[in-house]
Nanobody, 125 residues
Framework: QVQVVEFGGGLVQAGGSLSLSCEAS????????VGWFRQDPGKVREFVAA????????NYADSVKGRFTISRGNAGNTVYLQMDSLQPEDTAVYYC??????????????????WGQGTQVTVYS
């Protein structure tokens, strides 16, 4: 019954924007760190961004810093990833994951649990 689902992926031209959403049922996102990761075929899964349990602190990969913004919704069980100035190298399947108890703003995938199935983001030039 535990399910984490990402929404908002799509096809966008370079320079454009997309907003991704992460929602959970069976588990809560509020009170735990939440991270976004991405993986393109032929590449390893890489860290994108994380937000801590309170939503007051964030962490970004250098490759997306200044372009992506992670935030929590007011309801506390939704996390967003606003992606601006998208580039072809941002093309990947984007995954949302809830952190394990006690983790916070980590860029290591092993510190997260309850992964979503991902949403495809494709950026073309």
């Amino acid at each position: 019954q535990v399910q984490v689902v990402e929404f908002g992926g799509g096809l966008v031209q370079a320079g454009g924007s997309l907003s991704l959403s992460c929602e959970a049922s069976g588990v809560v996102l509020g009170g735990y760190a939440v991270g976004w990761f991405r993986q393109d075929p032929g590449k390893v899964r890489e860290f994108v961004a994380a937000i801590n349990w309170s939503g007051r602190n964030t962490n970004y990969a250098d490759s997306v810093k200044g372009r992506f913004t992670i935030s929590r919704g007011n309801a506390g069980n939704t996390v967003y990833l606003q992606m601006d100035s998208l580039q072809p190298e941002d093309t990947a399947v984007y995954y949302c994951a809830r952190g394990k108890y006690g983790s916070d703003l980590s860029d290591a995938s092993g510190t997260y649990a309850y992964w979503g199935q991902g949403t495809q983001v494709t950026v073309y030039s």
